[in-house]
């Protein structure tokens, strides 16, 4: 079983076993006939190739990157498949690849790519490349989930079990042996690259690359395990550029736009880009120049400890070679970073230089319309003159005014005064008979208190006696 087989099998659920034989048949038939079940199973297919894609499974040219090749700048480095993942090659090595040993290959698949191309969520490469408004036409469409979800599933298996779904004239078509653009798999690629390169606010050097450098940076942005291929990055950099503006690309290098930043590639970035290129080129050459002096010790080493004096000679006249080799490299580098620090510095004065220019045509325009200090003056000067208008009819109006006698104001306002106190009086006054009023009350209330309980006590004694008194006459009565 083949790998891309193998992951379609385990992370999809639409494949499961039951609904395999619905899947590798030709149910472009049913495409009239049951139209639910004809657009679960697209929307099936096209969503597995899709996410397999994503993980460089569907590539029939996949080259493996392997640590340790003869490229210096693969020194150190993991091993890596460079395959496909934006572009998905229908051939006869994908049917090879889909076959299953009960059920053999998809009969169905050229449909499936039919209605892709029609939804345009995948499209040829060459109308790609040569139609610049190709994917801002009529009819765009992404896969529906709905037509996954497990009603539409379970009530369209119902239906074959029962019989429902009947034959038509209308049969699969023939797969075309072409390249596809995913389009879902690009956009999300494109996404991701803006957000890792502009997401942590570098500075404007930062957003340079040459094309070199944009591939080993980008390289994995889909997928740790894979890199992207060369194709892929083709198709990248002409959706970056063309279709959303994100980037400028002039076919070596690659300028992230900024608000306030050219759209077109200088030759100051090209420089830039070839410097930060080289800098790296030479940190992973003295990568492997450190690691090949660590290889020729422990030879050195293994061979004096084995006698043998001419292999441990070898080895340490290698070493000085490579030590040799290696100083000037660091030397190199050292005076490549010293340029680079000196154009980031350069470049961050520019922009301090530039904020503080278009500073001064702020001020100079608000300058503009104040009129200068002169402007300013008469200005205030105007103001003043007004507010002495102002204070000159307030004074007419004050002496057209009727004259009010100050005596006639001191008695009235002393009545009022006399008024309000007599009025305060009163209403102590009342407020004094109400509380002694009061104490009367509860003066009564508590003398004839006293007097009832002073009744009760004299009954109470005049009871006792009499009941003394009866004691006493009974007692020689019963004597008798």
């Known amino acids: ?18 609904r395999l034989p619905s899947l590798y048949s030709d149910f472009a038939l049913q ?35 392997r640590s340790g090749s003869a490229s210096s700048q693969n020194i150190g480095r993991p091993s890596r498949k460079k395959t496909d993942h934006l572009i998905l090659r229908t051939d006869e090595s994908l049917l090879r690849d889909l076959e299953l040993p009960e059920l053999g290959r998809p009969v169905a698949l050229g ?55 009947v034959g038509s004239d209308e049969s699969a078509p023939k797969l075309q042996v072409q390249e596809l653009v995913l389009v879902e798999n690009l956009q999300e690629a494109a996404d991701l690259v803006v957000k890792r390169a502009v997401g942590h606010k570098p500075s404007k050097l930062d957003l340079i690359f040459s094309k070199e450098s944009f591939v080993e940076h980008f390289a994995d942005v889909l997928h740790d395990i894979t890199e992207l291929s060369d194709l892929d990055f083709d198709v990248l950099l002409t959706y970056l550029s063309r279709d959303t503006g994100k980037i400028a690309y002039d076919g070596k ?7 306030d930043d050219s759209s077109y590639i200088t030759q100051q970035d090209t420089t830039i880009a070839s410097i930060k290129t080289l800098v790296s080129t030479m940190t992973k050459q003295i990568e492997g120049l450190e690691q ?37 490299r660091l030397n190199a580098l050292a005076q490549l970073e010293e340029v680079y620090s000196k154009i980031e510095q350069a470049a961050g004065q520019v922009e301090i230089v530039q904020v503080m220019e278009a500073s001064t045509g702020v001020l100079r325009g608000l300058h503009a319309q104040i009129g200068g200090a002169e402007r300013v003056e008469d200005v205030v000067e105007e103001l003043r003159e007004e507010m002495s208008k102002v204070d000159e009819v307030g004074s007419i109006m004050n002496e057209t005014a ?21 009025v305060k009086e009163e209403e102590q006054a009342e407020e004094t008979r109400q509380r002694l009023a009061e104490l009367d009350s509860l003066k009564q209330a508590s003398a004839e208190a006293a007097r009832q309980a002073k009744g009760d006590k004299d009954a109470e004694a005049l009871l006792t006696g009499r009941l003394s008194n009866l004691s006493v006459e009974d007692r020689p009565m019963e004597a008798k």
Do not use: C
């Open 253 to 259: 290098t690659i300028k992230f736009k900024s608000a």
């Open 292 to 328: 090949k002096i660590a290889e020729l010790t422990a030879s050195a080493k293994t061979a004096l400890a084995n006698k043998n004096r001419i292999s441990a000679l070898g080895a340490v006249r290698s070493k000085k070679l490579v030590e040799h080799n290696l100083q000037q």
């Open 402 to 422: 009727p004259v009010i006698d100050e005596g006639e104001i001191d008695d009235e306002l002393e009545a009022l005064e006399e008024s309000g106190r007599r």
């Open 111 to 165: 449909a499936v790519f039919n209605e892709a191309m029609k939804k345009r969520t995948m499209v040829p490469l060459p109308m790609y490349k040569t139609d610049a408004g190709f994917l801002k036409k009529t009819q765009w469409e992404i896969i529906d989930p709905g037509a996954l979800n497990p009603w539409n599933v379970m009530s369209w298996g119902l239906r074959q079990l029962k019989g429902i779904v």
């Open 31 to 65: 495409k009239k006939t049951n139209p639910d079940g004809y657009a679960i199973n697209v929307a099936a297919w096209e969503q597995a190739l899709n996410r397999a894609a994503k993980r460089g499974y569907t590539s029939s040219r996949g080259v493996r990157v």
């Open 1 to 18: 079983m083949s790998e891309l087989l193998d992951y379609i099998l385990r992370h999809e659920d639409a494949f499961r076993r039951n």
